[in-house]
């Protein structure tokens, strides 16, 4: 007796709308982290001290600031999906050690500086929940080893999207602050600026300082070859740049809004990150300050994870050492050891007894402007070279926009590094 087979029912097709959502969801990564880290501890109390001495007016600077992210960051996105190479490696291959050795001399030493900023941001965050800031720094030093020796990229980025998502604590801080919706805009987007202050054109240099690091042209470049991502990735990289980049400046500008509506009214002065959350608690309870240090505490541990692995990529790219997250430790060892060091060292440094720290985050950020423009030459020079792009070198527009950011940003970095290393800003 034949049987009779009920009709197959076809599968209903995945909305197009869906299949582009979940590909973007597996490419976008890099873009994203390598943004929040940008709004690390240095960088918060960057904005905090903005805030706080001059209200709603640097709010502008913080939106005009997503484009030069934005086109900076864009570029080591079509370096790493068109090669597959890393920043130092290409480098190394097409310009020689010796060059190789100039960028990396440089961005070792301010990124040793910079996770030391980091583990501050740390300590000073471990007073605010009334925690003993030398177990804070060695716990996070531990859990910053811990995840990268996890032996895939995948769980790393998990992690380091985890600390993305604290760092939007800082939005409702700025809510809770309760400012004046007319003074963001009357006073942060139309108003006059105060350009014949000098203190003021400090911030400016300084907010600009914060926003292009060297180390995070590094890690981006890095992490799109350790994900795997290619040339048909790209539109996909570009748009998780691009929202790392607006996202970012809005975490700025809500510090920003925070320290301007409660600190700025009282004419209170801050010193770092730290001391303006604990000085919100009396001014707003004890909400906005606990999630303003919850905020600090995401920004600095994902600041560090992000210089650390910036650092190890970029020396086992250039010494060919095995240096992915996707290696056991025992088959990279020379990368997660280097990686554990400066971690290490870091966090030690942090732990001496009277060590000025407030003083050494502002060295660091004199730092890392005087060695931005070797970093962004070397990018430019990459970028523009047809052996290693062939046709999707910069255009002559791409150009001009990233020369004419480069040495804005140059120029007021380096002005802003001299003065605070001969002692003027304070």
């Not at 030093?141 to 998990?158: D, M, N, P, Q």
């Not at 994870?305 to 088959?331: D, I, K, M, R």
């Not at 423009?373 to 926009?401: H, T, W």
Request: hydrophobic share 55%; net charge positive.
């Amino acid at each position: 007796m034949a049987t009779i087979s009920a009709p197959k029912i076809a599968a209903p097709p995945v909305p197009s709308w869906r299949r582009w959502l979940l590909r973007f969801l597996a490419i976008a990564g890099p873009g994203a982290i390598v943004a929040f880290a940008d709004t690390e501890a240095g960088s918060i109390t960057t904005a905090a001290s903005s805030g706080a001495q001059f209200g709603m007016k640097l709010v502008l600077l913080q939106l005009l600031l997503i484009v030069p992210l934005y086109v900076v960051q864009e570029m080591t996105v079509r370096l790493g999906t068109a090669t597959g190479k890393g920043h130092a490696q290409l480098i190394r291959e097409n310009y020689g050690l010796a060059w190789c050795w100039v960028s990396l001399g440089t961005m070792l030493i301010t990124n040793i500086a910079a996770l030391v900023t980091e583990f501050i941001g740390i300590a000073g965050a471990a007073l605010i929940f009334g925690v003993n800031p030398a177990l804070m720094v060695v716990a996070a030093a531990v859990v910053l080893i811990g995840v990268s020796f996890s032996g895939k990229y995948r769980r790393a980025e998990f992690a380091a999207l985890g600390l993305c998502l604290l760092e939007l604590l800082f939005i409702p801080a700025a809510f809770a602050a309760h400012p004046a919706p007319m003074s963001i805009l009357r006073d942060g987007i139309f108003g006059s600026q105060p350009l014949g202050d000098r203190t003021y054109l400090l911030l400016i240099a300084s907010n600009i300082g914060a926003v292009i690091m060297p180390w995070m042209i590094f890690y981006q470049q890095s992490a799109v070859v350790d994900k795997g991502l290619k040339l048909p990735d790209i539109n996909f990289a570009r748009l998780d740049t691009a929202i790392g980049a607006v996202a970012t400046q809005i975490i700025m500008i809500a510090v920003i809004v925070t320290t301007a509506a409660t600190l700025y009214v009282h004419h209170i002065s801050v010193t770092d990150a730290a001391h303006a959350a604990l000085a919100l608690i009396p001014l707003t309870g004890k909400f906005a300050g606990i999630i303003f240090g919850a905020g600090l505490i995401g920004a600095s541990m994902l600041g560090a994870f992000v210089v650390s692995l910036a650092t190890s990529w970029a020396f086992g790219e250039a010494f060919e050492w095995p240096c992915s997250l996707n290696f056991h430790c025992t088959q990279a060892k020379r990368f997660y050891g280097f990686y554990a060091a400066i971690v290490v060292l870091s966090a030690g440094i942090v732990l001496i007894p009277n060590l000025p720290l407030v003083k050494i985050t502002l060295y660091v950020e004199a730092g890392n402007a005087i060695v931005l423009p070797i970093v962004l030459g070397f990018l430019l020079v990459l970028s523009n070279d047809k052996k290693i792009l062939a046709s999707r070198v910069n255009s002559l527009l791409g150009n001009v926009v990233a020369i004419g950011i480069s040495v804005v940003c140059v120029v007021l970095g380096l002005w802003y590094g001299v003065l605070t290393l001969l002692g003027q800003t304070g």
